[in-house]
C-alpha cells in the first residue's frame, strides 16, 4: 500500500512521516506486520501510549476509528491559523475557511463518485442524514397506507427515523427478513416491493453481523418498480471502494468519524433532482436568499439543507481524512481488511464454545460472537484489561439480537492500521477469559 503524503501536510509533517517511515521499517524487521501497515499505524498518535501497560489495541472501528495525526493537524490549524465563519465573511481568514470547505465537499463529490457537489449534503453524521430525508422526502412524499421498506439487520439509525415518519403519517414499516446466514432475502424482498412502497432503505454493511448487501440489485429492482433506495453507507464508505452513480442509489448516508475524520460531521448524498424537490429540512441562517416577514426564498442546494454555522472545523478534518484514506488507496484497504476477516474468523472458529454470529458469503471487516455462559460485556472486561477494546451490547441493532435469540454479542471491527498480530493478542485475551469464567 503505497502511503504517500496528502496536499494537507506541511514540512512539519512531513518530516514527522519520514522519521515514521524510518523507525517503522525498524520495527517491521521485528514484526509480522506488512511493513506498510507498520507505517501506517504510526500516523496515528494513540498507538504511542500504552493503555492498562499493554499496547493499545484497536477493534472497534465499527463504533469509531483512530484518528491519524494529518487530521488532528487539519484541525489544529483550523483553530489556530485562524478561526472564520464560511460563506459570510468578507476578510482573507473566512475566505480562507470557506474555500477549505468546499473544497472537502469537492473531495468528497469526487470520493464517491457523485456527478456534482451540489449532490453532497453536509450534515452530523449518517444518523442526521437520515433524519434529514425521513423529515423532507419522506414527509412530502410517504401518506397513510403508504410503506417503507427496510431490511432486518439495520442499525437503529435505520429503523427509528422510518418509525416516526410512519407513525406520523399512518404509514407501514415493512422490513425484509434475513436468512439464518444474515443475509437479506431477496425472495420476500420482491414479494414486499409493491405500488405501496414509497422508499427502500437498506445498510450496505450490517454494522452488526459484518454483512455486505448486494445494493445494487436491491436498488435496480425497487427502481423497476419507481421506488427511490437509500444506502445507508455508514459501514461501507470507511472500507470499501463506493461509487454512487455505479449504484444508481437515490441517497447515499455516512459518518465522518467512521472513516478516520472527526466526530459531528457527515454526509447525505443525493441525487441533485430529488434534492431540488425536497422542502428544506432546518430553518435558520445560511439555508436563504432573502427573508421577509411575508416570505423565505431558500439557497440553492445543497446549502438548502446546511442551515446555521456548519461544523467547519470538521468538515475541514473531513477532507483529510479522504487524503488519507485516499493516500493508501480503498481497494487496498478492503484487501487489506478481507484478509483480517479470513483471518480472524479462521481463528475464532477454533476456538471451542465460541460462535460467530453471521455467516453471509459477502462480509466486510467485522466479526459479532458469543462464547458460552459468559456475557459479552464480561469478555469486553477482562480483555479491556490487557489493552484491548472491542464492542460489546447490541450494537444498536436489537432487532438482529432478537432475530439470534442473544441480548448481546461481542463484537471485532478492523481497520486499516489492524494487523494478524491483533487478532493473535484477541485469541490469547479470550484464552485468559475463558480461564477466569469456565
Ligand atoms: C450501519 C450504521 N448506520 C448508521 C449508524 C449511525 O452512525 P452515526 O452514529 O455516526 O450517525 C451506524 C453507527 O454505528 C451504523 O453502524
Known sequence: MPHIMSSWDSPLDFSRALIMKEAASIDSARSNMPKDVAGIRRDFPVFRDLVNGKPFIYLDNAATTQKPQTVIDALIRFYTQGCASVHRSTYFMGERATETFEDTRRKICRFINAASPREVVFVRGATEAINLVSQTYGRAHVGTGDEILISEMEHHSNIVPWQMLCEEKGARLRVVPMTSAGEFAFDEYETLLGPKTRLVAVAHVSNALGTVNP?????????????????????????????????????????????????????????????????????????????????????????????????????????????????????????????????????????????????AKEKAGVISFVLDSVHPHDIGTILDSHGIAIRAGHLCAQPVMDFFKTPATARISFGIYNTREDIDALLDGLAKVKEFFC
Open 215 to 359: 445494493v445494487g440489485k436491491i436498488i435496480r429492482l425497487a427502481h423497476r418498480q419507481n421506488v427511490p433506495v437509500l444506502v445507508d453507507g455508514a459501514q461501507s464508505v470507511p472500507h470499501m471502494p463506493v461509487d454512487v452513480q455505479a449504484l444508481d442509489c437515490d441517497f447515499f448516508a455516512f459518518s465522518g468519524h467512521k472513516m478516520y475524520g472527526p466526530t459531528g460531521i457527515g454526509i447525505l448524498y443525493g441525487k441533485e433532482k430529488l434534492l431540488e424537490a425536497m422542502p428544506p429540512y432546518q430553518g435558520g441562517g445560511d439555508m436563504v436568499r432573502s427573508v421577509t416577514f411575508e416570505k423565505t426564498m431558500y439557497s440553492e442546494i445543497p446549502h438548502k439543507f446546511e442551515a446555521g454555522t456548519p461544523n467547519i472545523a470538521g468538515t475541514i478534518g473531513l477532507g483529510a481524512a479522504v487524503d488519507f484514506l485516499e493516500s493508501v488507496g480503498m481497494a487496498n484497504i478492503s484487501a487489506h481488511e478481507r484478509g483480517l476477516l479470513a483471518y480472524g474468523t479462521s481463528a475464532l472458529e477454533k476456538v471451542d464454545r465460541l460462535h460467530i454470529i453471521g455467516s
